[in-house]
């Protein structure tokens, strides 16, 4: 892209790059301004040069890339941040809402065509083998097929039969075949259910409105 057309953040960004290319703050600042001017390869491209200059157990730097872009709803990137900090030892340590967050992203990456290919499959299983049916579930449904949604789905109830990502994955399902009737039931419980998790209420709620 032709930096000198491109807005004052970005250009502001790029200018601090090339004082300090070696440093990861700048490169992330860098990659969030593209991505906020709909940049979107080139955010991901300098995305992996902020990684690769970064120290790989830097939980800080890692922890402010992925809440950067799960403020952006850049859900695939954010996902594998979030799997990087899972992967680092004494990941514990991270906030208390890591875990929930770490799902969210998972779960709303895995429509998207291009998850695999920057968050693989397997990083998920090993995470959490159920987390990894619920992703390989969700893509198959809105890029592969319905059989292999459900199929995925079932694994992950075999693994965890109460998990809120299975329900919603479950009604999900259910809207793509068109049966708001058997939908609309499971999304009302998971909308109203104080236990779980705010983003699956949201989620729930937002399908419910559209059945309006």
Do not use: C
Request: charged share 25%.
């Amino acid at each position: 892209a032709n930096i000198e057309n491109m807005p004052p953040d970005v250009v502001a960004a790029n200018e601090a790059v090339m004082k300090h290319p070696n440093d990861p703050q700048a490169r992330l600042q860098l990659a969030l301004a593209l991505w906020d001017a709909k940049e979107l390869g080139a955010s991901l491209q300098e995305l992996t040069q902020a990684i690769e200059l970064a120290e790989p157990n830097d939980k800080d730097f890692f922890l402010k890339a992925a809440q950067e872009y799960k403020a952006r709803e850049a859900w695939v990137p954010a996902a594998g941040l979030y799997m990087r900090l899972a992967a680092m030892p004494k990941a514990e340590e991270l906030p208390t809402n890591f875990e929930a967050d770490l799902h969210e992203t998972v779960y709303r990456a895995s429509e998207k065509q291009n998850l695999p290919l920057l968050v693989p499959f397997e990083r998920i299983d090993a995470y959490d083998p159920a987390l990894g049916h619920i992703a390989r579930g969700r893509y198959a449904l809105y890029n592969g097929k319905l059989s292999d949604a459900r199929l995925n789905l079932a694994g992950a109830r075999n693994i965890n039969l109460n998990m809120y990502e299975a329900f919603l994955l479950e009604a999900e399902i259910e809207m793509k075949q068109e049966k708001s009737k058997a939908a609309r039931p499971i999304l009302l419980s998971l909308s109203s259910d104080p236990n779980a998790p705010g983003w699956i209420r949201f989620m729930a709620d937002t399908f419910l409105k559209t059945m309006e």
